[in-house]
Structures are given as structure tokens and as C-alpha cells.
Nanobody, 123 residues
Framework: QGQLVESGGSLVRTGDSLRLSCVAS????????MAWFRQAPGKEREFVAA????????LYADSVKGRFTISRDGAQDPMYLQMNSLRLDDTAVYYC????????????????WGQGTQVTVSS
């Protein structure tokens, strides 16, 4: 099965930008979408953004709309999350996921997960 590996997490200041990457060693299962979720300490895993496997359609959480951009040039390419205007409440472990979700925003709909990358935003 394809392995998902995230990278790019870092310690940044409010207002800064950061780009996360997710590389799939191969297409996991028969996945047709990939997504970013995040989890802050003491909170549930939260949907951030999703994209179809080929990169044609996207969906964003309201909290990141206009600040974050999910992208993928093609089915063989990494998935990215460009994060601009970072805020304190963006601090979390960010996870890459893949699967065939009937509902893109639900974490339980995704079968494959990366190990996560830490994003910390400080003032």
C-alpha cells in the first residue's frame, strides 16, 4: 500500500507563510482524494482541505478559506498545502490523508494517513 509522508512543518510567527508537502510512495488502495487534517492538543482531528487525486477539485474548511491553498499538479506529484497569514490557532499537527471519502470533511472516511508534521505559530 502507498505510504504517505508529510514534511514542511516548522515554528513560525503569526502572519508568516509555510508550505507543507505530502508524498505518496504509490497510490494507496484505490484512493480518489487526498486531504489535510490537523489536530491541536486536546482537540479532535479537524478537516483543513481536500483535493481530488488528480488535483481537479478542492474543498476548504471555512477557517482556512482564503489563507490556505491545497494543490497537486498531477496524480504522480506531491500534494501541497500553502499556508499564508498564519494565526496562533493554526498551531497543530498536520496530517495527510488519502482514501475514497463519501464525505470529504470526515476523518473516518479516509483509510490512509501519514505520521503528521508539527506546525507551531507563535506571536
Amino acid at each position: 500500500q502507498g505510504q504517505l509522508v508529510e514534511s514542511g512543518g516548522s515554528l513560525v510567527r503569526t502572519g508568516d507563510s509555510l508550505r507543507l508537502s505530502c508524498v505518496a510512495s504509490e497510490r494507496p488502495g484505490n484512493s480518489n482524494a487526498m486531504a489535510w487534517f490537523r489536530q491541536a492538543p486536546g482537540k479532535e482531528r479537524e478537516f483543513v482541505a481536500a483535493i481530488t487525486w488528480g488535483g481537479g477539485e478542492t474543498l476548504y474548511a471555512d477557517s482556512v478559506k482564503g489563507r490556505f491553498t491545497i494543490s497537486r499538479d498531477g496524480a504522480q506529484d506531491p500534494m501541497y498545502l500553502q499556508m499564508n497569514s498564519l494565526r496562533l490557532d493554526d498551531t497543530a499537527v498536520y496530517y495527510c490523508a488519502a482514501g475514497r471519502p463519501m464525505i470529504w470533511t470526515l476523518a473516518r472516511m479516509y483509510d490512509y494517513w501519514g505520521q503528521g508534521t508539527q506546525v507551531t505559530v507563535s506571536s
